[in-house]
């Protein structure tokens, strides 16, 4: 049977006691991002001194539902509640993004409006 980088543990971490993979890593820090978007959101809020959700909030919305996507879809795990879990923020983040884009252009972040 072929060794598959992927799944198996990560050499250097053995020392610490943890025994991940690079897919779990993957999974990992995409679903930290995904859950920090919230305190992005947060800190935007408490600045802005109203309800806020910068462009920030959805790239790391983005990548983090595609970090946690990826682990489920192509680590061992291979968990279809995962990825149901996964695709729909994904969709929805991705088109919520491109609407921002669209609707403030590029550079929303930099003008006062």
């Known amino acids: 049977m072929a060794y598959d980088v992927m799944n198996s543990p990560i050499p250097w971490l053995a020392w610490t006691g943890l025994h991940a993979s690079p897919w779990k890593v993957i999974g990992l820090v995409g679903a930290a991002m995904f859950g920090?978007?919230?305190?992005?959101?947060?800190?935007?809020?408490?600045?802005?001194?109203?309800?806020?959700?910068?462009?920030?909030?959805w790239y790391m919305s983005v990548v983090g539902s595609l970090m946690t996507l990826s682990y489920f879809l192509?680590?061992?795990?291979?968990?279809?509640?995962?990825?149901?879990?996964?695709?729909?923020?994904?969709?929805?983040?991705?088109y919520s993004l491109y609407l921002d884009i669209r609707h403030r252009?590029?550079?929303r972040d930099r003008a006062s409006h």
Request: net charge positive; glycine share 8%; aromatic share 16%.
């Open 105 to 107: 252009g590029w550079h």
């Open 74 to 94: 192509f680590s061992q795990k291979q968990d279809s509640v995962g990825v149901i879990q996964n695709l729909f923020p994904a969709f929805t983040a991705l």
């Open 36 to 57: 920090g978007r919230w305190l992005v959101q947060f800190v935007a809020s408490r600045r802005a001194g109203k309800p806020v959700i910068p462009r920030l909030f």
